[in-house]
């Protein structure tokens, strides 16, 4: 069994930041890729961010330059700092994990799992 447990979401003002975290616990030995995705209401979830163990990063086009996620593949942990923040950004944001495996040669494919949700709200 795995464990996604996120933390960071809250509050914010229009122009401001936030930094989310995400960290993976169970039986892990690597991940393949880590990520958030986000969903608004009345809205399909899209990704935001992802990131392979190997260090590539894709973004969405709409926070490009504004965000940034990296991730520890030691700690199993994957983080997304939100700069810049609009209201268009407010969502509930997922952790997304990629291929789990019990040995150390990230792949793709394996297990995927999803995280609780957390709630961004840009407001003034």
């Known amino acids: 069994q795995v464990q996604l447990v996120e933390s960071g979401g809250g509050l914010v003002q229009p122009g401001g930041s936030l930094t989310l975290s995400c960290k993976a616990s169970?039986?892990?030995?690597?991940?393949?890729?880590m990520g958030w995705y986000r969903q608004a209401p009345g809205k399909q979830r899209e990704l935001v961010a992802l990131?392979?163990?190997?260090?590539?990063?894709k973004y969405t086009e709409s926070v490009q330059g504004r965000f940034t996620a990296s991730r520890s593949n030691a700690e199993n942990t994957v983080w997304l700092q939100m700069n810049s923040l609009k209201p268009e950004d407010t969502a509930v944001y997922y952790c997304?994990?990629?291929?789990?495996?019990?040995?150390?040669?990230?792949?793709?494919?394996?297990?995927?799992?999803w995280g609780k949700g957390i709630l961004v709200a840009v407001s003034s």
């Open positions: 169970g039986s892990i030995f690597s991940i393949y890729a």
């Open positions: 990131i392979t163990s190997g260090g590539s990063i």
């Open positions: 997304y994990v990629e291929g789990v495996y019990s040995d150390y040669d990230a792949r793709p494919g394996g297990e995927d799992y």
